[in-house]
């Protein structure tokens, strides 16, 4: 009796990369279209990015509940902790959070 030859794992590996990245392009043109591609902090339409409400990090998950459109600028800013995107917990993420810019300086 012959049994398949396994395919490598290293094509496997790129195989799910591949899907994986697929997966991405398509919820990111969900997200932009749901957001009239327009970002929800600023309503520009330059340079626009898809952003995570809930971090991967904390539990965030890859789908269109949990992502938002930010243009380039305000994505670094909330990366900066200028821009700050708060949700309360409860219901869909992207269409239940709030943004707020911190104005106040911090004297060392």
């Given at each position: ?52 409400v809930v971090m991967r990090s904390l539990g965030g ?12 600028d305000c994505h670094r800013s909330v990366h900066g ?22 104005t106040e300086t911090r004297s060392a």
């Amino acid at each position: 009796m012959r049994f398949p030859k396994p395919a490598p794992r290293l094509l496997s590996k790129r195989k799910a990369a591949a899907a994986k990245a697929t997966d991405w392009r398509k919820v990111r043109v969900v997200v932009l279209k749901r957001d009239g591609h327009r970002c929800r902090a600023c309503s520009s339409t330059q340079g626009l990015e898809v952003h995570h409400v809930v971090m991967r990090s904390l539990g965030g998950k890859d789908d269109a509940t949990n992502l938002i459109a930010l243009c380039r600028d305000c994505h670094r800013s909330v990366h900066g902790h200028v821009l700050i995107l708060r949700w309360n917990g409860h219901g869909n993420p992207a269409s239940t959070v709030r943004f707020d810019w911190v104005t106040e300086t911090r004297s060392a």
